[in-house]
């Protein structure tokens, strides 16, 4: 008896391992990871199917469904503000414009004001002012909320905003913030916050999602004034932490209609954090004199698309006379890598800008495996000295740049929630273009003989670190 019922459960196993090969075959977004996840399957089920039902979920199917079909609740709403949105469209006559707005499935909105903001203290002093501003609601988002000195003033500007009559919404990533202590969020909630853990794996039927992540970071006040960027909170984005030393980002502050994008990505991940759909203000607001385009890209593995990648590789494309791009997590997919060694052949300047000191270990040595190739095409890939480098930004040309939190790598092309600002203004591409001059200026650059010259076993470790990328 007991040897059947052993054989039975060895048959179950390796049939579940069977028809998730045959999920694997129909879903997986590339073709690599297919045939990884199909031979793992049908060979070892019994390690790959719980590995595959926790890592290999190619879309986040909760995410999709509880957007809905158009005649529910938030669908209506915005087809009401979008209306409100049509004396603000800009026109893009350019095609390369075009291509982001399809991407978004958001508009070229005119009449914003974009500023720049570098580093930590201009970063938060900007983000704390504008909460103390707050008259009506303050939408709060973070990838990263630790429970230290700057965890404690984001708190204090909260709970005054709060006392003040202005609803707070907060949302976390349920990951990134695991180690947020209970006490910290009662506190919040305690003194009137809305507090709410973003949970990808919420609900029995989705409870194996867990290796997506809401990596946004977003801050919208009264619907007018919008912030995103590079910046979690926590005193090592100040520069306070002994391991990382200083920390180089960058954060962009928004005015202008181009805030009711930001305002929608939030709107809608807090519905799917709590069900509820919240009472915000969707009138745009301009008080700029010399305004300018911008598009906000929400990017996430609800997306029918692969947003964030394509993104990318549009910029890529688009570019006819420099790319420079920076991102603390270089691993991009292959098709990523062709683009950047043929616009290097182009005669395009493509600058990669990445740390010279990691904190992710395996994605520092995964780079090493395709550097030497992209390398020998032109690529100029550069490693920042000073400290710790965080910032995710694109300059195309002297005419667009985009500041938001998508890092190169497949985490936030395919499993990570993001957000993207895409502006197409010479002014400001002129700000970036001198910001990453300075920055420049602060890397050595890495040459061909430097990685090809490395030993025979930094270059195996660096080929078995890459085999983890679809999962870093």
Same mark, same amino acid.
């Given at each position: ?43 070892? %089920? ?60 958001? %508009? ?37 909320? =630790? ?54 794996? =919420? ?53 202008? %209609? ?127 000295? %000073? ?39 010479? =002014? ?45």
């Amino acid at each position: 008896m007991a040897s059947w019922l052993f054989g039975l459960a060895i048959f179950l196993v390796h049939l579940l391992g069977f028809l998730s090969a045959i999920l694997a075959l129909l879903s997986s977004r590339t073709s690599q990871g297919a045939v990884a996840w199909i031979i793992s399957l049908v060979t070892i %089920p019994y390690l790959a199917v719980p590995a595959y039902w926790i890592f290999g979920r190619p879309r986040f199917y909760g995410y999709v469904s509880a957007r809905g079909e158009r005649d529910t609740v938030l669908r209506r709403i915005l087809a009401r503000y979008r209306v409100r949105l049509e004396p603000f469209l800009a026109d893009a006559r350019d095609p390369d414009v075009r291509a982001v707005e399809q991407l978004a499935m958001m %508009p070229l909105t005119s009449g914003n004001q974009a500023e720049l903001l570098i580093d930590g203290k201009a970063t938060f002093d900007s983000l704390f002012a504008g909460i103390d501003a707050a008259r009506e609601y303050v939408l709060i988002q973070f990838f990263i909320v =630790r429970n230290d000195a700057l965890g404690h003033r984001l708190k204090d500007h909260l709970l005054q905003a709060s006392q003040r009559g202005v609803r707070v919404y907060f949302l976390y990533d349920e990951v990134g913030s695991r180690k947020l202590a209970e006490g910290y969020l009662h506190e919040l909630r305690g003194g009137g916050v809305e507090v709410s853990p973003f949970r990808s794996s =919420r609900g029995f039927k989705h409870r194996f999602q867990l290796n997506f992540r809401n990596h946004r970071k977003i801050l919208v006040v009264d619907g007018d004034v919008g912030w995103l960027g590079g910046f979690n909170i926590g005193v090592e984005y100040l520069g306070q932490h002994p391991r990382h030393g200083p920390w180089r980002d960058t954060h962009l502050k928004l005015i202008g %209609p181009s805030v009711l994008g930001l305002q929608e990505a939030f709107w809608e991940d807090w519905h799917w954090a709590t069900g509820d759909v919240i009472n915000l203000r969707w009138e745009p607001h301009v008080t700029c004199e010399e305004c300018q385009n911008v598009v906000i890209v929400p990017s996430g593995p609800a997306d029918r698309q692969e947003t964030a990648s394509l993104l990318v590789q549009h910029a890529i494309h688009s570019a006819h006379e420099r790319l420079w791009v920076t991102s603390p997590y270089f691993v991009p997919d292959q098709g990523v890598q062709d683009a950047l060694r043929l616009a290097a052949m182009r005669g395009v300047d493509v600058r990669i800008m990445i740390p010279e000191h990691p904190d992710h270990l395996l994605i520092y040595l995964s780079a090493f495996s395709f550097l030497p190739d992209m390398v020998r095409a032109g690529v100029k890939v550069y490693r920042y000295q %000073p400290g710790f480098l965080h910032q995710k930004v694109i300059l195309i040309d002297d005419s667009a740049a985009s500041v938001g939190t998508v890092n190169l790598d497949n985490r936030s092309f395919r499993l990570n929630f993001e957000i993207t600002a895409f502006i197409p203004d010479r =002014r400001f591409a002129a700000q970036v273009r001198l910001m990453l001059e300075r920055d420049f200026a602060d890397c050595r650059r890495i040459s061909y003989d430097e990685l090809e010259n490395r030993p025979l076993w930094s270059k195996l470790i660096s080929r078995a670190a890459y085999l983890t990328a679809p999962i870093q």
